[in-house]
């Protein structure tokens, strides 16, 4: 990653933490829009197969919540994933109007790929 011209020594003091995670996403989105290999997937959904992995038993209610997104479109992403055979959702055994989300073999297989490519970005 290659800093802007505006990153100086001299004009430190005008350059925040923000600018630099600004700068960190912008470079990961870019690469990330380079390795990509299925064109069904945008980088903006990423992060969900990511945290999905990573999480146990999440729920569709948490997803929405760490995200910051609304149900409906959490509700679409979900069931475009499952539909690509990436998760399914089951009923929270504890609270019935709870989804679990968990991913399936081929979902733990792509996010495998996922995670390697973030390695080699790292």
Excluded at 40 to 49: G, K, R, Y
């Amino acid at each position: 990653m290659t800093l802007p011209a505006q990153f100086k020594k001299e004009n430190s003091e005008n350059i925040f933490i923000y600018h630099y995670v600004e700068e960190m996403i912008a470079d990961y989105t870019k690469y990330v829009k380079e390795i990509l290999d299925d064109p069904d997937i945008t980088v903006a959904e990423l992060p969900f197969l990511i945290r999905i992995r990573f999480s146990e038993k999440t729920t569709q209610k948490e997803l929405v919540e760490l995200f910051r997104v609304s149900e409906g479109y959490t509700a679409k992403l979900l069931r475009k994933f499952e539909d690509k055979g990436y998760l399914f959702r089951c009923e929270d055994p504890t609270n019935r109007r709870k989804k679990i989300v968990e991913l399936t073999s081929q979902g733990i297989e792509k996010t495998d790929k996922l995670i390697e490519s973030n390695k080699k970005h790292e």
